[in-house]
């Protein structure tokens, strides 16, 4: 700090409220210390990005969609799913775009047929255990790799032990089914279901009740192996968790294990019509942050929210308020006492 | 937020209050960033926090000057900053003088080597934030409160440069907006002050019409211009004063003197319940076009996502059909029309197409024109050299205890505040089915039970000097002895306003929502055994 005594360089003028403060610089945000590049070779072609790009991000700049499902640009990388595995020359292991960094000189192959036999067998695996009805990105993947998790017979009954699971203590099928997840929906309040028949275990959820967003830390996963599964703090019931219902566990929720009791009721009505439904961004209505909203719409009828993970305010965060906070505008009768406006 | 050095939360639990600004908060926080939390309450943002200053309520002003007087005292001042960019230090200092450590620490009830820890590391500090929220403003003196932090700003320019400044954290989707828009008492939109006879001819001009010279009433002033009788007619906007003003009890007595009361709500509040004639509107957000200013000035646009109910007008087609039929010539104009004349008038907004808010996903005042970006933070223009425009004022202000004072008779304080899954008078929220509602308690520390012999969930009744309201109670750790709260979300289980003091700032006419002076006296027992 500078404790000299400075020059005045101004004539100070008297500070009147009647008149508008003049205009100023524009303020700008400090550059960041720029970044050396280096070159990689995806697929045969060389690009260069800048020192400390992932291999996901090199492969996206190079036009190739690599699949993720427990990847998110506003969470940590877990390298869970295994499913954007690349081939990287002279590595002896596959390796997981989401975090392995570009390195200068790298030869990288994301279409190889050990990189599909790998997507495959996990997509195989996932699909055999999961319900993944209501994920149309991981059907989508199925449909792009070939897959067939049928060959490993009929799934399991569901089970409602999976909570009380022991590590160490698995019982394994005899082979004539799947081992399955399946489990009932667990519904606990009047905002949000679990359905954790659906859940591949991605993470996504606590890392966004965690430290990368909400940091409230309701969420974990318990159990190992197979039998791992979210849980809250000994299996409780919502209620009587730590969860503050932000709902940013549904937000980033590939799969729809986690969702709105809105969606859910017309899903299971059978009146669930994604081709019927709009969906318009606005402000929230409560406190000044200004979050934005996606509202999605069917039948004139707000039947979820979310917000746009790129936008900078909310990187896709809501609180409890902004994302079931709504109903005030659907309960109003047809009209209102006092007349209309005319 | 997310990049600065030490973080301060002043009478702001943004935990719950501003719960996706606290994100930010926490990213700066694991970062690095020192977060200092000062709030009566332990709340959950204090949770976070290296170091809560859990001061008595309403003795801001001897803390904030105790923690300016000790960096002066440290030869910690930016003082390069002071000469350059600002004026009234040594009447600041003269001030400050007697509020030294040992003096804030027994107004204040904070420790004086905490109160030092606090100047010296806010001081030496590269970058700094210093935030607040209603705990601030929600005083009669509270316009004060406000320049006793911004002298710390000023006194070590943490203001005006990237990762450092001053942040009021807004409670309101809108209230930044409607200030932005002229809806105060003394400035048309774009804040130009309607007493300035060149800027009021401009709109003069613009609308054709005659503007009063003269600036108007806020909200405590219209209900003391009710009392005298000065003011019988109100048109209430989106507005529910009957459960949202202090003193309840003045608040309707006067609503139901007016000669008229017109109110245009989506939904038939406690106020509109007492109107003559109720306009049912739209809802704001969800169906009909605009735009609200957020908490760091940027206007963003709100879109109609689905009709509203048969019979509820968009509140711009009730003004406009409205004026029409006084007689004026305003048509319907389209959201966007309105806007557009806004940046024709309000050179802050001039920059702020509809294409442009839409492309860049809305733009932080001041816009001036069309290539200009929006500004990412104000008061750049104190570093510039020379400095641009007029220095930043010290205003040197004294401590004042809160009007409702404590004696034997009412020796409990109550603050009042907002719980996460509410708002306000509960219109929007008691419609939705929280799980972490609870009914509306009367949080007292674990002390105060015990010493009033209180069970919890045990029904008391809480008296102020203006009135009662019953109430059970719930025992709060993160309360000391002698402080209780509750919140307005519920008014119908507890009218909180009914004890609430109008004791309001002079200036910008806010209530002592923050401190009132209650007793708790348990409701008669059955016979003892």
């Known amino acids: 700090m500078d404790h000299e005594k400075g020059n005045v360089t101004h004539r100070l003028q008297a500070v009147n409220p009647l008149v508008p403060v003049p205009r100023g610089p524009v303020p700008v945000i400090p550059p960041a210390s720029p970044r050396r590049k280096v070159r990689v070779t995806v697929d045969g072609r060389e690009i260069s990005v800048p020192e400390g790009t992932t291999l996901l991000d090199a492969t996206r700049a190079a036009g190739i969609d690599t699949p993720t499902l427990c990847y998110l640009e506003s969470l940590t990388p877990v390298n869970v799913c295994r499913i954007c595995v690349v081939e990287v020359e002279g590595s002896r292991t596959l390796v997981p775009a989401c975090s392995r960094k570009a390195e200068d000189g790298m030869v990288v192959k994301t279409d190889s047929e050990r990189v599909r036999l790998s997507r495959r067998l996990i997509l195989e695996f996932l699909a055999s255990s999961v319900d993944v009805s209501t994920s149309p990105q991981v059907r989508a993947y199925m449909d792009r790799y070939e897959v067939h998790p049928e060959r490993f017979g009929p799934s399991q009954a569901p089970s409602d032990g999976r909570d009380q699971a022991r590590a160490g203590v698995h019982i394994t099928s005899d082979g004539s089914q799947a081992a399955a997840v399946a489990q009932p929906v667990k519904a606990d309040n009047e905002l949000y279901l679990r359905d954790y028949g659906k859940c591949i275990l991605c993470y996504k959820c606590v890392e966004a009740c965690g430290p990368d967003a909400q940091n409230t830390f309701a969420i974990a996963v318990a159990g190992r192996g197979f039998d791992a599964r979210i849980s809250t703090e000994y299996a409780v019931p919502l209620p009587d968790s730590a969860c503050v219902y932000c709902g940013n566990c549904i937000g980033v929720c590939p799969t729809g294990a986690l969702m709105f009791v809105s969606e859910h009721d017309l899903r299971k009505a059978g009146t669930w019509d994604e081709s019927r439904q709009t969906s318009t961004e606005t402000i929230c209505p409560y406190c000044g942050v200004g979050c934005t909203l996606t509202l999605h719409i069917q039948d004139e009828k707000i039947v979820k929210v979310d917000s746009p993970i790129e936008n900078g305010v909310t990187h896709g965060n809501l609180c409890v308020k902004g994302r079931f906070g709504w109903q005030f505008v659907q309960v109003r009768e047809k009209t209102q006492s006092g007349g209309d406006a005319s | ?529």
């Open chain 2, 1 to 529: 937020m997310e990049d600065t050095d030490l973080i301060i939360l002043w009478g702001s639990n943004a935990r719950e209050t501003h719960p996706i600004f606290f994100h930010h908060l926490l990213k700066g926080v694991r970062k690095g960033a020192k977060l200092f939390v000062v709030d009566p309450r332990r709340t959950s943002s204090a949770r976070w926090a290296d170091v809560w200053l859990g001061l008595d309520v309403g003795s801001d002003i001897a803390l904030a000057n105790a923690v300016g007087r000790e960096i002066i005292a440290a030869g910690l001042e930016n003082r390069r900053f002071i000469e350059r960019a600002t004026t009234g230090f040594d009447e600041y200092r003269k001030a400050v003088q007697p509020y030294s450590l040992e003096y804030a620490e027994k107004i204040t009830g904070v420790p004086a080597e905490v109160i030092r820890q606090l100047a010296h590391s806010y001081a030496r500090a590269d970058r700094a934030q210093l935030c607040w929220t209603l705990g601030i403003t929600e005083h009669h003196n509270a316009v004060d409160n406000v320049f006793a932090l911004i002298n710390l700003a000023l006194l070590t320019g943490h203001v005006g440069r990237y990762g450092s400044g001053l942040n009021p954290l807004r409670g309101q989707n809108n209230v930044q907006g409607g200030g932005d828009m002229g809806a105060i008492p003394d400035r048309l939109p774009g804040f130009q002050h309607v007493e300035n006879d060149e800027l009021r001819a401009k709109f003069e001009q613009a609308w054709d019409v005659k503007i009063p010279p003269k600036r108007g009433w806020h909200l405590s002033g219209m209900f003391n211009a009710m009392e005298e009788g000065k003011l019988r007619g109100l048109y209430v906007i989106g507005e529910n004063p009957v459960n949202s003003e202090a003193d309840q009890g003045r608040c309707e007595r006067n609503l139901k003197g007016l000669e008229f009361l017109l109110v245009q709500d989506i939904l038939l509040s406690a106020t509109a319940q007492l109107a003559h004639v109720v306009l049912p509107a739209a809802a704001g957000w969800c169906e009909s076009e605009g735009t609200v200013t957020s908490s760091e000035r940027r206007v963003q646009r709100v879109r109609k996502a689905m009709d509203p109910p048969e019979g509820a007008w968009d509140d711009m087609a009730i003004l406009c059909n409205l004026a029409n039929r006084l007689g004026h010539n305003w048509g319907c104009p389209s959201a966007e029309e309105v806007w557009n004349e806004v940046r024709r008038l309000s050179p802050m907004n001039a920059g702020m197409s509809y294409s442009r808010l839409e492309s860049l996903g809305g733009i932080q005042w001041p816009c001036y024109d069309e290539t200009h970006p929006g500004e990412l933070f104000l008061h750049g223009r104190l570093w510039e050299d020379p400095v641009v425009g007029p220095p930043a004022k010290f205003s040197a202000v004294e401590f004042e205890p809160p009007v409702d004072r404590l004696d034997d008779n009412f020796p409990l304080r109550l603050t009042t505040g907002r719980r996460l899954e509410s708002f306000n008078t509960g219109v929007q929220t008691s419609r939705y089915r929280s799980p972490l509602r609870h009914p509306e308690m009367l949080d007292l520390s674990p002390e105060d039970g015990e010493r009033y012999g209180l069970a919890e969930g045990e029904r008391v009744i809480v008296s102020s000097r203006r009135g009662s309201a019953v109430a059970p109670v719930r025992f709060d750790e993160s309360l000391r002895p002698g402080l209780a709260f509750l919140s307005v979300h519920f008014p119908d289980e507890v009218a909180t306003n009914v004890l609430t003091i109008d004791a309001t700032d002079p200036i910008s006419g806010t209530a002592e929502f923050k401190a009132t002076a209650i007793r708790v006296e348990k409701i008669a027992s059955p016979a003892k055994v």
